[in-house]
């Protein structure tokens, strides 16, 4: 599939400067990231959840980890629920099912970013399929992050 094409047109309009590295088809970011030879500590996972509202927002952590919704829970209206398959599909419509790429602000959905994201070291995000990563520095990554809210939203797997 490659590149999903909302995620691309987004890296264009933002001008970001950005590799492709490809990896055997896998499912979990963890595998992932061990197929691809990638620190897991450095490549992003977007879980989407959904507040007491029904607004669905974007959480941004580390493959290492995962997201800590009673952390999540003080930032934003409760309780939070993981978002369900059909609400995944609906917002990321040009993306294979559970190739989430992170980067909210191209598909119009708010950001949570973990602190531990960003800052000196390359950072891989899913491209939109189970078989590519695009890598941006962390700086970039954090200008495709514009706006987002960061925090410590995760904890240890």
């Known amino acids: 599939m490659g590149i999903a094409m909302t995620l691309h047109d987004y890296l264009d ?7 492709v590295v490809d990896h055997p088809r896998r499912y979990t970011s963890l595998g992932i990231a061990h197929e691809a030879h990638v620190p ?5 996972k977007g879980v989407l959840v959904r507040g007491a509202n029904g607004v669905l927002t974007l959480t941004v952590v580390p493959s290492d980890r995962m997201v800590d919704l009673d952390r999540l829970g003080r930032k934003l209206p ?27 602000n191209a598909y119009a959905v708010r950001v ?26 962390g700086d970039e ?17």
């Open 13 to 19: 309009e933002m001008d970001v400067a950005y590799g």
């Open 112 to 137: 949570m970013l973990d602190e531990r994201l960003g800052g000196d070291a390359d950072v891989y995000f899913e491209a939109g399929d189970h078989e590519e990563l695009i890598r941006v520095s």
């Open 78 to 104: 409760g309780p939070l629920m993981l978002a369900s398959e059909d609400e995944i599909a609906r917002v990321f419509d040009d993306c294979d099912s559970g190739a989430v790429p992170p980067v909210g």
């Open 40 to 44: 897991a500590e450095r490549l992003a």
């Open 141 to 157: 990554f954090l200008r495709l992050m514009g706006g987002a809210e960061q925090g410590s939203f995760s904890r240890t797997l």
